[in-house]
C-alpha cells in the first residue's frame, strides 16, 4: 500500500517562496504521473500542476512561471519549487497521482500560509 507523505510548507511573506516535498513509499511509484494539489479552506481541492512518468510537466494558468513540479524516482519522491509566492496560494497542498490509476490514500498534506 502506497503512503505519501508531504514536507516543506510554513508561513512566507508575499514573495517568498517555498519548497515542497512528498515522498512516496512503493517501488511502483515512477509508473504514474503525479501532481500536486491544493486546497483552501471553503474551497475544493485542485490539481495544480502535473509531472508525467517522462518528466513532461503541466501547470494551471494561476501558477505558470512560478510554480516548477519535478519527480526523483530513485528517491521516489515530487517536488514543488514555488516562488514569487502570492496570498491567493494559501492552502493545504497534497500529492497524489494525477492520472492512469486511481488516487492514491491523500496524505496528511502540507500547509502553505503566504501572508505579510
Known amino acids: 500500500q502506497v503512503q505519501l507523505v508531504e514536507s516543506g510548507g510554513g508561513l512566507v511573506q508575499p514573495g517568498g517562496s517555498l519548497r515542497l516535498s512528498c515522498a512516496a513509499s512503493g517501488s511502483i511509484f515512477s509508473m504514474y504521473a503525479m501532481g500536486w494539489y491544493r486546497q483552501a479552506p471553503g474551497k475544493p481541492r485542485g490539481l495544480v500542476a502535473t509531472?508525467?512518468?517522462?518528466?513532461?510537466?503541466i501547470y494551471v494558468d494561476s501558477v505558470k512561471g512560478r510554480f516548477t513540479i519535478s519527480r526523483d524516482n530513485a528517491k521516489n519522491t515530487v517536488y514543488l519549487q514555488m516562488n514569487n509566492l502570492k496570498r491567493e496560494d494559501t492552502a493545504a497542498y497534497y500529492c497524489n497521482v494525477a492520472s492512469g490509476r486511481p488516487y492514491y490514500a491523500w496524505g496528511q498534506g502540507t500547509q502553505v500560509t503566504v501572508s505579510s
Open positions: 509531472i508525467t512518468s517522462d518528466g513532461s510537466t
